[in-house]
T-cell receptor, first 114, second 117 residues
Framework: EAGVAQSPRYKIIEKRQSVAFWCNPISGHATLYWYQQILGQGPKLLIQ????????DSQLPKDRFSAERLKGVDSTLKIQPAKLEDSAVYLC????????????FGPGTRLTVL | AQKITQTQPGMFVQEKEAVTLDCTYD???????LFWYKQPSSGEMIFLIY??????QNATEGRYSLNFQKARKSANLVISASQLGDSAMYFC??????????????FGRGTQLTVWP
C-alpha cells in the first residue's frame, strides 16, 4: 500500500514570496490533514478536510495561508506572502475517517524562508 | 492550555534495556484517543501505538506498550529491549473527539531518545 506522498521535499524562498506544497493521501482515505512543525516543537494542525470540504481550519492563518482539496483526493497548501516565521516542516497526513485510530503521515516538506 | 505534556526533553538508555517515556494529557471530554509517534532524524512521523479512552486494557504493539492511567491522565510509552534504531524523537499526541475539532491531534514537544551500545 502506497503511503502519503508529498512534494517538494525541500523549498527555500525569500520572504514575501509565495510557495505551494502538494499532498497525495493514501487511496480511500476521506480525511486529510496539514500540520506545521516548527523546529523543536510538535506538529500543530493547520487545516483538516473531510473529502473535499474543510471541517477544521481554526488554526490556519487565513491572511496568508490557503488550502484546497479538489475532488476529495490531492491537496495543495499555499503560503502568500511568506514570512520568516513560516520556516518549518509542513506535514500532510491522512486517515480513513476523522475519528480513526491512526493518522498516516507523509515525509514532509521542509520550508526555509530567508 | 497545553493539552499534552512531555517533561523529558531527552532520555538515554542502554541497548537491550527497557525505557519509559512520560506523557500526561489534559481534557475534560470522556472520549479521546492517545497516540505515540516516532520521528527519526529523516523527519517522517511513524505511528507506534494507539489507546482509546474507553479501552480497558493497555495497548501493546510488539516492543511498544502504552501504560494508560486514566485517573492520573497519563499515557506513558514503554519500549522494551531497546535497539540502536530506536534512537529518535518521540511524540505523544491526543486526538480530539468533539465537535468541529474532531480528529485534530494535539502533540507534545517530544522526547529525544538516545540508545547507546
Amino acid at each position: 500500500e502506497a503511503g502519503v506522498a508529498q512534494s517538494p521535499r525541500y523549498k527555500i524562498i525569500e520572504k514575501r514570496q509565495s510557495v505551494a506544497f502538494w499532498c497525495n493521501p493514501i487511496s480511500g482515505h476521506a480525511t486529510l490533514y496539514w500540520y506545521q512543525q516548527i523546529l523543536g516543537q510538535g506538529p500543530k494542525l493547520l487545516i483538516q478536510f473531510q473529502n473535499n470540504g474543510v471541517v477544521d481550519d481554526s488554526q490556519l492563518p487565513k491572511d496568508r495561508f490557503s488550502a484546497e482539496r479538489l475532488k476529495g483526493v490531492d491537496s495543495t497548501l499555499k503560503i502568500q506572502p511568506a514570512k520568516l516565521e513560516d520556516s518549518a516542516v509542513y506535514l500532510c497526513a491522512s486517515s480513513l475517517v476523522r475519528q480513526y485510530n491512526e493518522q498516516f503521515f507523509g515525509p514532509g516538506t521542509r520550508l526555509t524562508v530567508l | 492550555a497545553q493539552k499534552i505534556t512531555q517533561t523529558q526533553p531527552g532520555m538515554f538508555v542502554q541497548e537491550k534495556e527497557a525505557v519509559t517515556l512520560d506523557c500526561t494529557y489534559d481534557t475534560s471530554d470522556p472520549s479521546y484517543g492517545l497516540f505515540w509517534y516516532k520521528q527519526p532524524s529523516s523527519g517522517e512521523m511513524i505511528f507506534l501505538i494507539y489507546q482509546g479512552s474507553y479501552d480497558q486494557q493497555n495497548a501493546t504493539e510488539g516492543r511498544y506498550s502504552l501504560n494508560f492511567q486514566k485517573a492520573r491522565k497519563s499515557a506513558n510509552l514503554v519500549i522494551s529491549a531497546s535497539q540502536l534504531g530506536d534512537s529518535a524523537m518521540y511524540f505523544c499526541a491526543m486526538r480530539d473527539d468533539r465537535g468541529s475539532t474532531l480528529g485534530r491531534l494535539y502533540f507534545g514537544r517530544g522526547t529525544q531518545l538516545t540508545v547507546w551500545p
